[in-house]
């Protein structure tokens, strides 16, 4: 198959994904609504999410099954460049979007809040990485995957930084607490009970590290063991 149709492929196999799932977590929120799990829940048309999942599962489907059937006729294709771009750009989305989802989820337990309307993307969005991810990490050992070890260096780095500035967060907050704690009368310090821990912070180094759990990982046991 030539560059153009494998291309074409990809593209839409990557439109249409984004757009199930984007409609499928939509249709998932919106359950969670009706049934008042969530508060201050908003009438909301339905249609459009239920029409973007009609129409796009088919066709990423029937999609993903002709590029695996290229992959089972044409041996190169598992280590191509588009087919490794299209599986680690799906792998960097789904990262972005479950980080985030729960970066919220552990935001809203700190605060003692529902963290129910993180859920849907998680649902949506943790299925589709697993899928991905086993994708482009196949015979490993056997071809070159380079876009793939850039990708989990990428989220290792970002890692990296997300528990560093949230952990220097957390010790800032923690010495402000035991300074408060000592001084808890002084009025220059300030009142005791006005005192935050920092929930933010704490949710940051928590998703950071699941991060950084998961790239770490997929870096050593999958590419160096003697890293």
Request: with cysteine; hydrophobic share 55%; glycine share 4%.
């Amino acid at each position: 198959m030539n560059t153009p149709k494998r291309l074409l492929i990809y593209i839409v196999l990557f439109v249409t994904l984004n757009i199930f799932a984007f409609g499928l977590s939509s249709l998932i929120s919106w359950i969670i609504d009706l049934m008042g799990i969530i508060g201050d829940s908003q009438p909301k048309n339905i249609a459009p999410f239920i029409a973007a999942i009609i129409v796009c599962l088919p066709i990423w489907i029937y999609f993903w099954r002709l590029s695996n059937r290229n992959v089972q006729n044409l041996s190169e294709e598992e280590f191509s460049s588009l087919r490794n771009l299209y599986l680690n750009l799906v792998n960097g989305v789904s990262i972005l979007i479950i980080s985030i989802s729960i970066f919220g989820l552990f935001n809203s337990i700190l605060n003692l809040e529902t963290p129910l309307s993180h859920l849907p993307n998680l649902i949506v969005w943790i299925p589709i990485l697993i899928l991905h991810i086993n994708s482009s990490q196949k015979k490993w050992k056997k071809g070159n995957k380079r876009i793939h070890e850039f990708f989990l260096n990428i989220v290792f780095i970002v890692s990296i930084v997300i528990i560093f500035i949230s952990f220097r967060e957390l010790i800032f907050n923690i010495l402000d607490s035991l300074l408060i704690f000592i001084s808890s009368k002084d009025l220059i310090v300030g009142d005791v009970d006005k005192f935050e821990i920092g929930t933010s912070a704490l949710a940051a180094f928590l998703t950071g590290l699941i991060l950084w759990l998961y790239s770490w990982n997929f870096r050593i046991k999958r590419i160096d063991s003697n890293f």
